[in-house]
């Protein structure tokens, strides 16, 4: 089960999802978090076709006058302040963040499902873990294999263990019981408050 994303129109193609690195050098290295946000609310405001004209008005916006206001946001920010700004401008949703305590690995899974099902993605925050957990991007017919530690992504999609991302405007897959092993300090996941709770 996957999600129609957010799409981008761009010159050299269609972003899957927002990429922070167009959006200053502040934001190329601690932006994930502000992108995974402006998603997550153009989401909720039914969004799923965008040029990048108009992604750009509405991230440098965001940027601008929430993320970046007051601050450079040097290590990113907080899965607490980030659920709050969603919160500020999301239409027909509220969101609550859970932290990785809150899970058992099937617990984590049928969350996620309950999400996916029910037609909202869900934002992933993986913490300090030395950079650890395995995944793969997607681009057409290519593949590449990396790890990562301390970054935000949103979840658009499960079967089964795999899940289906948006990182750097681009489509990855991981399986749910590696990042529940590596959700790492401060980890855990934004979602829609009327999904229930972990048990």
């Not at 994303?5 to 502000?34: D, E, P, W």
């Not at 007051?70 to 920010?77: C, F």
């Not at 793969?136 to 991302?165: A, P, Q």
């Not at 529940?180 to 999904?195: E, M, N, P, Q, W």
């Amino acid at each position: 089960m996957e999600l129609g994303y957010i799409g981008i129109r761009t010159s050299n193609g269609v972003l899957y999802g927002g990429n922070q690195a167009h959006f200053g050098k502040a934001a190329a290295r601690s932006g994930c978090g502000m992108i995974a946000a402006c998603d997550m609310i153009l989401y909720t405001r039914k969004k799923r076709s965008l040029s990048f004209s108009e992604y750009s008005g509405f991230v440098c916006a965001f940027r601008d006058n929430k993320a970046y206001k007051h601050t450079s946001n040097p290590i990113g920010i907080f899965p607490h302040r980030l659920t709050a700004l969603i919160n500020s401008e999301a239409q027909d949703a509220s969101f609550r963040f859970y932290s990785r305590r809150a899970f058992t690995p099937d617990s984590l899974r049928r969350f996620i499902f309950a999400s996916v099902e029910r037609g909202m993605p869900v934002i992933v925050r993986v913490g300090l873990n030395g950079k650890s957990l395995p995944f793969k991007i997607i681009s057409g017919s290519n593949c590449k294999e990396s790890c990562m530690g301390w970054h935000y992504i949103t979840v658009t999609g499960i079967v089964g263990d795999r899940l289906t991302f948006s990182s750097w405007g681009e489509k990855g897959v991981m399986k749910c019981s590696r990042l529940y092993r590596h959700f790492g300090l401060t980890g855990g996941v934004i979602a829609d408050s009327k999904i229930p709770a972990p048990n």
